[in-house]
């Protein structure tokens, strides 16, 4: 794992091909999203949205929501 950002009971993270929502209630891993990047190094929450980078340094926008 090489980000992470805390959205209240959510932890995003982000990692080598990766990124995903774990839940700290529930124990459980809730959404995984495989990308063509290496790696996420680094994610942000910024009003509805976690920003993610990966290491290339290219930025993606994706919004809380879809953790639902």
């Known amino acids: 794992i090489h980000g992470l950002a805390l959205d209240g009971r ?3 993270l982000g990692g080598t091909g990766f990124f995903g929502v774990f839940n700290l209630d ?3 891993l809730r959404k995984v999203c495989y990308t063509r990047s290496l ?3 680094h994610m942000e929450i910024a ?3 976690v920003w993610l980078r990966n290491e290339q340094g290219c930025l ?3 919004p809380l929501s879809v953790a639902n």
């Open 10 to 12: 959510d932890v995003w």
């Open 26 to 28: 529930q124990k459980t």
């Open 39 to 41: 790696w996420v190094n």
């Open 47 to 49: 009003g509805d949205c």
């Open 60 to 62: 993606f926008r994706i």
